[in-house]
């Protein structure tokens, strides 16, 4: 069987998921999960609108 490991990164988060699929490309289940929030305070989310690269990611 193959794994398979996708990632969605966000600007104030960073998702996954590991999956398991067939010969045919067919999921047969969700082997991991997880997510990860990143809390940006006032003065960040204004410097990051700013265009700064000032980030806690």
Same mark, same amino acid.
């Given at each position: @069987?193959?794994?398979? %490991?996708?990632?969605? %990164?966000?600007? =104030?988060?960073?998702?996954?998921? %590991?999956?398991?699929?067939?010969?045919?490309? /067919? &999921?047969?289940? #969700? #082997?991991? @999960?997880?997510?990860? #929030?990143? &809390? %940006?305070?006032?003065?960040?989310?204004?410097?990051?609108?700013?265009?700064? /690269?000032?980030?806690? =990611?």
């Amino acid at each position: @069987m193959k794994k398979i %490991l996708g990632l969605d %990164l966000g600007t =104030n988060s960073i998702g996954w998921s %590991l999956i398991e699929i067939d010969h045919s490309g /067919a &999921p047969i289940r #969700i #082997i991991a @999960m997880g997510s990860r #929030i990143i &809390p %940006l305070s006032s003065d960040d989310r204004d410097q990051f609108q700013k265009g700064q /690269a000032i980030s806690k =990611n």
